[in-house]
Antibody, heavy 121, light 111 residues
């Protein structure tokens, strides 16, 4: 069974940093791209970032480019999102999701974690 | 950036009825669309994606009452006979070519 478990959320002040983790199990983590999607309170879904299976390719939404960094440790089956210079508009539940393929391009998000709440205030 | 627009924002239906949800892309995206279901307090769940002449791809465990049609810029998710567990918010998302991958604003299916 595929399981994704986010951690590291919390309350921070504007300008501060936070690192989210996503522990994966139940599938060959190193063979799949991974994605972060966020959802502001009461709002819809926003794609944030994606990373290929090897970590060699990364992609970001314009709203976080230059402030957020996605990475992965395939030896630990863990995905990360380093968030710097946080703003009030970054307040959201952050979901990690497994891609259906390797390259983080033209793939769907076939399994999702339960999310981690990040509050910037 | 490709804009995905869903309609209606809210769909009021009764159990057993048919529900039709629409999604429009701001440019042609072939059939590179996925639909996700989000029940209250839960994470989104992949339902169905990639409509084609031979049918669409339902995710594991998704019942056959969910179907998807369309190509280019107009797409439809149909729930043939609504069950109580289908009352949720549904999002379409494109995965055409390159990011950013954008979602529609969602359609809430309510009783």
């Amino acid at each position: 069974e595929v399981q994704l478990m986010e951690s590291g959320g919390g309350l921070v002040q504007p300008g501060e940093s936070l690192r989210l983790s996503c522990a994966a199990s139940g599938f060959a983590f190193s063979s799949y791209a991974m994605t972060w999607v966020r959802q502001a309170p009461g709002k819809g879904l926003e794609w944030v970032s994606g990373i290929s299976d090897s970590g060699g390719s990364t992609y970001y939404a314009d709203s976080v480019k230059g402030r957020f960094t996605v990475s992965r440790d395939n030896s630990k089956n863990t995905l990360y999102l380093q968030m710097n210079s946080l703003r009030a508009e970054d307040t959201a539940v952050y979901y990690c999701a497994k891609d259906s393929g390797k390259i983080a391009l033209r793939e769907v998000f076939d399994f999702w974690g339960q999310g981690a709440l990040v509050t910037v205030s | 950036e490709i804009v995905m627009t869903q309609s209606p924002a809210t769909l009021s239906v009764s159990p057993g009825e048919r529900a039709t949800l629409s999604c429009r892309a701001s440019q042609s995206i072939a059939t590179n669309v996925a639909w996700y279901q989000q029940r209250p307090g839960q994470a989104p769940r992949l339902l169905i994606y990639g409509a084609s002449a031979t049918g669409s791809n339902r995710a594991t465990g998704v019942p056959a009452r969910f179907s998807f049609s369309g190509s280019g810029t107009e797409f439809t998710l149909t729930i043939s006979s609504l069950q109580s567990e289908d009352f949720a918010v549904y999002y379409c998302q494109h995965y055409y070519n390159f990011p950013p991958w954008t979602f529609g604003q969602g359609t809430k299916v309510e009783f």
